[in-house]
T-cell receptor
């Protein structure tokens, strides 16, 4: 089982709709969770971080975390063509003895259609 | 402006050559990382360093070497032992927080073997 799993997509949504991106992780003691956006040929850009169960909103983006289900999601409201990109889920684990390990999923490609 | 600078952006390597990718950050971050990304795949950790003069192997360190002589700099050498080096290389840095590290990326370097 992969440590961080995402559906590769593509996920197609019409402009103005809500895009829902999902991510599951295998390590129950993971402590922090991140969503990155990556345009084709570019480096990942941090969108959201979330550490506690529940929802965290930032503009059109909402991250949702459910540690019991080992599930984190990203909702994008009022999707725009400029949101078309690959979205990477990353899970951070603080290691016993110090240090961190950030593991990335393979990403979900989102296409917002006019 | 604060940020992470990678150079060169594009690099071509002949078979049997070693090449070095530069990474400099002026964010005063303690930790620095090198990731590799292949088309359609997630990010894989090559090496990371949490402090000057110390670094650890990541998941795919074979054929690579690094140094961390200064806090601001973390160069990556791709040696001739790396049999399939064509990829997108991402340098990143982070500052440690209570819940783990938030990682920020440079713009990336494209390496192609010719």
């Amino acid at each position: 089982q992969k440590e961080v799993e995402q559906n590769s997509g593509p996920l197609s949504v019409p402009e103005g709709a809500i895009a829902s991106l999902n991510c599951t992780y295998s390590d129950r003691v993971s402590q922090s969770f991140f969503w990155y956006r990556q345009y084709s040929g570019k480096s990942p850009e941090l969108i959201m971080s979330i550490y506690s169960n529940g929802d965290k909103e930032d503009g059109r983006f909402t991250a949702q975390l459910n540690k019991a289900s080992q599930y984190v999601s990203l909702l994008i409201r009022d999707s725009q063509p400029s949101d078309s990109a690959t979205y990477l889920c990353a899970v951070n684990l603080i290691l016993t003895g110090g240090g961190n390990k950030l593991t990335f999923g393979t990403g979900t490609q989102l296409k917002v259609e006019l | 402006d604060g940020g992470i600078t990678q150079s060169p952006k594009y690099l071509f390597r002949k078979e049997g050559q070693n090449v070095t990718l530069s990474c400099e950050q002026n964010l005063n971050h303690d930790a620095m990382y090198w990731y590799r990304q292949d088309p359609g795949q997630g990010l894989r950790l090559i090496y990371y360093s949490q402090i000057v003069n110390d670094f650890q192997k990541g998941d795919i360190a074979e054929g690579y070497s690094v140094s961390r002589e200064k806090k601001e700099s973390f160069p990556l050498t791709v040696t001739s032992a790396q049999k399939n080096p064509t990829a997108f290389y991402l340098c990143a840095s982070s500052i440690e927080g209570l819940t783990g590290n938030t990682i920020y990326f440079g713009e990336g370097s494209w390496l192609t073997v010719v």
